[in-house]
């Protein structure tokens, strides 16, 4: 087993055994402070037991239904407690990290075979790669966004357009918002973010990514030149890693920063177009993609093969950022 794998897997084995434990912590103070609900839960317990004996023993219908009838007056009871109480039966159970598959990292499928969870995949993604990429992921969110960075100033001169800094920004992010809202469907294209440094490019991938993860999705976050060495190094057997290859592939939501700092060659942009062009006609599930760019979409049909400029034009969403480098704002304030 990869080492990084057994790590985290240790990590959720631990995880999972305090929730259980802070569960149990609190369903004994409550029985301690009110003893007729451990007496509840113990009738209740022994009359479940009653009733699989009786289902395996003669299958009597009457017994069976007086059994039932039983057990479901004392949940009744059993309720009314905990309602003056304001408490409800989560009280009691683990609040796991991730309900989904209950802080193991794997869930059982409908044929009965297992597989990795989404939130074992994204710790997976984070501790391989994301964190050598991105070191704040967890810390831009849109509850961080803020326009106020922006001019309102319109200079067509400069921009070539009538619209605002200010103005655009706000139109990105409802394309922002638009494309978490329609992850799941096919007709929502991806999109590419172009302009220079510094307008908020990285931070909008990232509150995206934010909101996707939030939806039990995983999320790949990666730089052009690191994404197309690893992908070299993986296919001449140099990574002792897992298949970055496939992660890649068939990550929920592959970002790829920096598109245009690479060192350019025939087999990165090979490697590229398979990258670009496999996600968009993925078949076993939907996957989205952001890249994002300095290079203006003029400097990208000059820089990349006709095929990768194809695939991109047709099938995304292209934000322009423009205005003035919003970080020096940042550092004055």
């Given at each position: 087993?990869?080492?990084?794998?057994?790590?985290?897997?240790?990590?959720?084995?631990?995880?999972?055994?305090?929730?259980?434990?802070?569960?149990?912590?609190?369903?004994?103070?409550?029985?301690?402070?009110?003893?007729?609900?451990?007496?509840?839960?113990?009738?209740?317990?022994?009359l479940?037991?009653?009733?699989?004996?009786?289902?395996?023993?003669?299958?009597?219908?009457?017994?069976?239904?007086?059994?039932?009838?039983?057990?479901?007056?004392l949940k009744e009871e059993k309720n009314k407690i905990l309602k003056s109480l304001n408490l409800d039966k989560?009280?009691?159970?683990?609040?796991?990290?991730?309900?989904?598959?209950?802080?193991?990292?794997?869930?059982?499928?409908?044929?009965?075979?297992?597989?990795?969870?989404?939130?074992l995949k994204q710790r997976l993604y984070d501790e391989q790669y994301n964190k050598a990429n991105i070191s704040n992921l967890d810390v831009q969110n849109f509850d961080k966004f803020t326009d106020l960075l922006y001019s309102d100033e319109i200079n067509e001169s400069k921009y070539h357009t009538n619209v605002s800094p200010r103005e655009n920004i706000n139109l990105i992010k409802d394309i922002c918002l638009k494309f978490i809202e329609n992850f799941d469907s096919k007709e929502q294209k991806n999109l590419l973010f172009t302009g220079n440094t510094g307008l908020g490019k990285t931070?909008?991938?990232?509150?995206?990514?934010?909101?996707?993860?939030?939806?039990?999705?995983?999320?790949?976050?990666?730089?052009?030149?690191?994404?197309?060495?690893?992908?070299?190094?993986?296919?001449?057997?140099?990574?002792?890693?897992?298949?970055?290859?496939?992660?890649?592939?068939?990550a929920d939501l592959l970002i790829i920063d920096d598109l245009g700092t690479e060192c350019i060659n025939n087999m990165k942009f090979a490697e590229l177009f398979n990258v670009i062009n496999t996600r968009l006609l993925n078949q076993n599930k939907i996957t989205k993609t952001i890249i994002s760019t300095n290079l203006s979409l003029k400097n990208l049909y000059t820089n990349y093969d006709e095929r990768i400029i194809s695939r991109i034009v047709g099938n995304y969403d292209i934000c322009y950022f423009y205005g003035d480098d919003i970080r020096f704002k940042i550092r004055n304030k």
């Open positions: 087993m990869d080492l990084v794998l057994k790590n985290i897997l240790i990590q959720y084995s631990k995880k999972k055994a305090n929730h259980e434990f802070e569960a149990e912590k609190r369903k004994q103070e409550i029985y301690n402070k009110y003893p007729k609900l451990q007496d509840l839960d113990k009738k209740i317990s022994s479940a037991i009653s009733t699989t004996k009786a289902l395996i023993s003669n299958n009597d219908k009457n017994l069976l239904n007086e059994l039932n009838n039983n057990i479901e007056k989560s009280f009691f159970e683990p609040h796991y990290d991730c309900p989904i598959c209950k802080d193991t990292g794997y869930i059982t499928n409908e044929d009965y075979s297992t597989s990795m969870c989404n939130c931070f909008l991938s990232s509150c995206i990514a934010n909101e996707i993860i939030k939806k039990g999705k995983n999320v790949l976050y990666q730089t052009s030149p690191v994404m197309l060495d690893s992908i070299i190094d993986y296919r001449f057997g140099k990574s002792n890693s897992i298949n970055i290859l496939d992660s890649i592939l068939s």
